[in-house]
């Protein structure tokens, strides 16, 4: 949520629906000084394959509803915003509370699942969204960092 509340904190301070690259960059390093001018690249770049903004002729604007973020009072990121989120580990905690399961229980499932129905010719992300799907745990908002992992192997 910090994350979330990062990207939005320049649309909500602003008021303003859509902003340009280096008013964000400005906003993030040097008026509110929360990050390096390095960091707040960063940040942007992984809020759009996060998809949380987008960017259309230069401008940068939210996909989500900023009006529904509250920012508490003497808010600043930590470090924690620019570690990379991992997909799987998260889907395997979602289906892990569907289940009321170990998150090593629905790995050992997965692993089973991987060598005795697949022969071991399915990647363990693929094995965790038939899980998901089995355990009827809404995985769409993944897909993307799933499909990006496996594009990786």
Same mark, same amino acid.
């Given at each position: %949520? ?5 990207? =939005?904190? $320049?649309f909500k301070h602003t008021r303003k629906t859509g902003m340009r690259k280096n008013e964000l960059?400005?906003?993030?390093? !040097?008026?509110?000084?929360? %990050? ?20 259309? &002729? ?12 509250? /920012?508490? /009072? ?5 470090? =924690? ?5 991992? $997909? ?12 009321? %399961? ?7 499932? %997965? &692993? ?9 010719? !399915?990647? $363990?992300?693929? =094995? ?13 908002? !993944? +897909?993307?960092?799933? !499909?990006?992992?496996? +594009?990786?192997?």
């Open positions: %949520m910090t994350f979330r509340i990062t990207v =939005a904190a $320049p960059v400005y906003y993030y390093a !040097l008026d509110r000084k929360w %990050m390096s001018t390095e960091q707040a690249n960063l940040l942007l770049r992984r809020a759009e394959e996060e998809r949380l903004i987008r960017q259309e &002729n230069g401008v940068f604007s939210p996909l989500f509803d900023v009006a529904g973020i509250t /920012i508490p /009072i003497g808010f600043k990121p930590t470090s =924690a915003i620019f570690e990379q989120h991992d $997909p799987s580990a998260e889907l395997i905690a979602r289906i892990a509370r569907a289940k009321n %399961m170990q998150e090593t229980d629905i790995v050992a499932e %997965m &692993n089973k699942l991987i060598r005795d129905r697949f022969d071991g010719n !399915l990647l $363990p992300p693929a =094995a965790l969204v038939l899980l998901a799907k089995s355990a009827q745990v809404p995985f769409e908002d !993944l +897909q993307d960092g799933l !499909l990006q992992s496996l +594009q990786k192997k």
